[in-house]
């Protein structure tokens, strides 16, 4: 069963501007993970999160993590063309051991 | 390492045919995890191994798909009789020997059934 949704479904934007996704997830858990999709290809993992955290940051990516309110947010700062992907947010699935479990996805257009 | 490698990367069958779909993990990942893709359901989770051995199998759609493991680098899965509702991009991924990790995938295998 999916755990985690993303939200916006769709997102378009200029290059340059920042995009910011968030993820809800429903149990408690003991991390949470981004991935990137691009067109055709497999997933790559971007970032993972425990939940004793609540902000990290890799290269141009901020991760938050909202154990209160289950949820999480992805933020890619100055953002390129080549951000053009989907991404989604990976949440261990209900009843132990990890088994990553995604949902739908963000779908980002970055224009030049 | 080459990463994880699935084959073939696209499969075009007729429906009522057996299709086999090939995954070679990470050598020394113990983890395998078989996902489906498709537009309407997103990435769904069929099977979990872990030593080989199938975990959780909750998410294998009926009995028409079976996956296999008969060792560390190898893994299997298959639908047998397919049908066009199976059409969708099946990814394989591993990951290594730790509490939390992440997981590496595949290219996927495009599966379309006519």
């Known amino acids: 069963s999916q755990q985690g949704e993303e939200d916006p479904q769709a997102l378009s934007i200029q290059e340059g501007e920042n995009a910011t996704m968030n993820c809800s997830y429903k149990t408690s858990i003991n991390n949470l993970q981004w991935y990137r999709q691009n067109s055709g290809r497999g997933l790559v993992h971007l970032i993972l999160i425990r939940s004793n955290e609540r902000e990290k940051h890799s290269g141009r990516l901020r991760v938050t993590l909202d154990t209160s309110k289950k949820s999480s947010s992805l933020l890619i700062t100055a953002s390129r063309a080549a951000d053009t992907a989907s991404y989604f947010c990976a949440t261990p699935a209900s009843g132990g051991s990890y088994i990553p479990t995604f949902g739908r996805g963000t779908s980002l257009i970055v224009h030049p | 390492d080459a990463g994880v490698i699935q084959s073939p990367r696209h499969e075009v069958t007729e429906m009522g045919q057996e299709v086999t779909l090939r995954c070679k993990p990470i050598?020394?990942?113990?983890?395998l995890f078989w996902y489906r893709q498709t537009m309407m359901r997103g990435l769904e989770l069929l099977i979990y191994f872990n030593n080989n051995v199938p975990i959780d199998d909750s998410g294998m759609p009926e009995d028409r798909f079976s996956a296999k493991m008969p060792n560390a680098s190898f893994s299997t899965l298959k639908i047998q009789p397919s049908e066009p509702r199976d059409s969708a991009v099946y990814f394989c991924?591993?990951?290594?020997?730790?509490?939390?990790?992440?997981?590496?995938f595949g290219q996927g295998t495009r599966l379309t059934v006519v």
């Open positions: 050598s020394g990942h113990n983890s």
């Open positions: 991924a591993s990951s290594p020997p730790s509490a939390v990790t992440e997981a590496f």
